[in-house]
């Protein structure tokens, strides 16, 4: 079983910075994507950024340009860089690693670090 543990969120003003970092209980050799996700009050869980398993890297549209996602195997972390915050960024925010399993893939979550923007 993997366990994801996050850390870093916190409270600022809008146009600060925050890094967000997602540390893995243990080393799996094989990986489809790792990502965050967020979720605000009333609000569906929603996409944020994902590093795929051949590197590939996507944003959704309101956070590209302003975050960035990184990983380090040796660590066996995936961070998130979060610049010029906003109010509607004010979420909780989730760390989620997939792994491929025999009858598709198993989605493993983090407990969530809050996230909230004050104007």
């Known amino acids: 079983q993997l366990q994801l543990v996050e850390s870093g969120g916190g409270l600022v003003q809008a146009g600060e910075s925050l890094r967000l970092s997602c540390t893995g209980s243990?080393?799996?050799?094989?990986?489809?994507?790792r990502g965050w996700y967020r979720q605000s009050p009333g609000k569906q869980r929603e996409f944020v950024a994902v590093?795929?398993?051949?590197?590939?890297?996507k944003y959704a549209n309101s956070v590209k340009g302003r975050f960035t996602i990184s990983t380090d195997n040796v660590k066996r972390t995936v961070d998130l860089e979060m610049n010029s915050l906003q109010v509607d960024d004010t979420a909780v925010y989730y760390c989620?690693?997939?792994?491929?399993?025999?009858?598709?893939?198993?989605?493993?979550w983090g407990q969530g670090t809050q996230v909230t923007v004050s104007a």
């Open positions: 989620n690693v997939k792994v491929p399993s025999g009858v598709g893939e198993d989605d493993y």
């Open positions: 590093i795929l398993s051949d590197g590939t890297v």
């Open positions: 243990r080393g799996i050799y094989r990986i489809t994507s």
